[in-house]
C-alpha cells in the first residue's frame, strides 16, 4: 500500500500571523489569504494532475497542534486514508482522532515517535 504521496501544507506557530503574512506578501510575493497562501502545481509525471501545498502561520496561543508541544505540523498527503489508519492502529501508531469529512478532502491527525503532531490528508479528486 501506497502510503504518503506528498507534503499538503506547513502549519507552524509565529507572534503575529497577520504581520508575518504581509511581510511575505511585502518581500516575497506570496500571495496570502486569511489561512496563509496556497501554492498550486502539477504533477511532473501527469501533466493533467494538479496539487497545492498551504503554507500557514498560526497565533502563538494555537492549541491546534496539541497534544504536541511543537511549534509546527506538517500535512501529508495520502491516496487512501481509510486503508493507512487500519495499517496504522495494527502498527500502534497513536491515531488522536476521527477522520473527518470536508468538501476538499478527508483528514486525520496522528503522532509520530517524537509525539509530534501529523496532519494526514487525502485530498478529494475532481
Known amino acids: 500500500m501506497k502510503r504518503v504521496t506528498g507534503i ?21 510575493g506570496v500571495n496570502v489569504n486569511d489561512y496563509g497562501a496556497t501554492f498550486d502545481w502539477k504533477e511532473m509525471s501527469d501533466s493533467n494532475s494538479n496539487g497545492s501545498l498551504t503554507w ?14 511543537r511549534e509546527f505540523m506538517i500535512n501529508y498527503t495520502v491516496d487512501n486514508l481509510e486503508g493507512l489508519v487500519e495499517e496504522l492502529k495494527k502498527e500502534s501508531v497513536e491515531i488522536l482522532d476521527e477522520i473527518a469529512v470536508y ?17 494526514l490528508w487525502e485530498p478529494k479528486m475532481n
Open 8 to 28: 499538503g501544507g506547513i502549519f507552524f506557530k509565529c507572534k503575529d500571523p497577520k504581520a508575518l503574512k504581509e511581510w511575505y506578501k511585502t518581500h516575497l
Open 56 to 69: 500557514s502561520p498560526s497565533p502563538e496561543t494555537t492549541k491546534y497542534f496539541e497534544p504536541s508541544a
Open 103 to 119: 468538501d476538499f478532502g478527508k483528514f486525520v491527525h496522528i503522532l509520530d515517535l517524537e509525539g509530534n503532531k501529523v496532519e
